[in-house]
């Protein structure tokens, strides 16, 4: 079948829009938060040194006439604007990794949960922060989610396989309760592994595939497209045999 050029300009837009809008999201991420600590930090830093400068600078030429005090702070503030904005910047991004150094620290971490305690029970604020601090928690927050294993478990119902990430053995209250060995199996969405479902079942419900992390998410997010090389069935044996015949087959039965 010849393809147009409509058909053909679509295949590789498409293709071409999906390895440059990754890089595109990145960049546009990374200066609108470099513009976000040059905007809220940044700036009120450069104020403030502008206005001890022209305090200084005051004090040092000993200005008494109030014209030549505003032509002074008028000249120094557009200086630190145009020449030194960067200082700003440079001052915010130290401030955030000194206020991140404290939050570590052993007196940090219990006055930060103080404040956070105090913003959640505050009216409008405890409707937006949860929300927001969810958002960038998954954004920034370095945490690593152990898997142990690749393995496959019937879900959402008996008869439909689907792939899943074993993190841990079942709730201790299940175990108990059940008298049966669990495991928790985490079973990532396509095409967004990031999100999925978290369920428990018996141990021996599932089943170990001899796949790697990397494979098991590249299998999700491609739709089952992308398979692990030893995973591939061959086409004659995926293939239902009897199911389907030609039609010329038919005609000559009949």
């Known amino acids: 079948m010849k393809k147009t050029f409509t058909g053909d300009f679509r295949h590789f ?14 960049i546009a991420i990374i200066v609108w938060v470099f513009t976000l600590i040059q905007d809220y930090c940044g700036i009120y830093i450069n104020n403030a040194a502008a206005h001890l400068t022209t305090i200084l600078w005051v004090r040092l030429a ?3 006439d109030q014209a030549d005090i505003s032509q002074a702070r008028a000249m ?3 200086f630190w604007h145009e020449k030194l904005f960067w200082v ?4 915010a991004i130290v401030g955030v990794y000194i206020f991140g150094r404290f ?3 052993f007196l940090g971490q219990p006055v930060w949960r103080v404040i956070e305690r105090t913003l959640i029970r505050l ?3 405890k409707q937006i922060y949860p929300s927001a601090k969810q958002v960038t928690d998954f954004l920034l927050v370095e945490r690593k989610l152990e898997f142990s294993s690749v393995v496959a478990v019937e879900y959402p119902c008996k008869g439909i396989w689907s792939l899943g990430l074993a993190t841990n053995p079942g709730i201790r209250t299940l175990h108990d309760a059940l008298h049966e060995d669990l495991i928790t199996v985490f079973i990532p969405s ?7 479902y978290t369920i428990t079942v018996g141990r021996d419900k599932v089943i170990d595939l001899p796949m790697s992390i990397d494979d098991a998410l590249r299998f999700t997010i491609s739709g089952g497209v992308i ?14 045999k009897g199911l389907f015949r030609r039609k010329d087959s038919l005609q000559e039965d009949a």
Do not use: N
């Open 13 to 26: 837009f498409i293709r071409g829009l999906a390895a440059v809008l990754p890089t595109v999201a990145t």
């Open 62 to 64: 000993h200005l008494t």
């Open 76 to 78: 120094i503030f557009d």
């Open 88 to 91: 700003g910047f440079l001052l």
């Open 103 to 105: 939050l570590a620290s």
């Open 123 to 125: 009216p409008v604020i």
């Open 190 to 196: 396509s095409p967004t592994p990031v999100t999925g």
């Open 227 to 240: 398979q692990p090389g030893h995973q591939v069935v061959e086409k004659e044996l995926s293939e239902p």
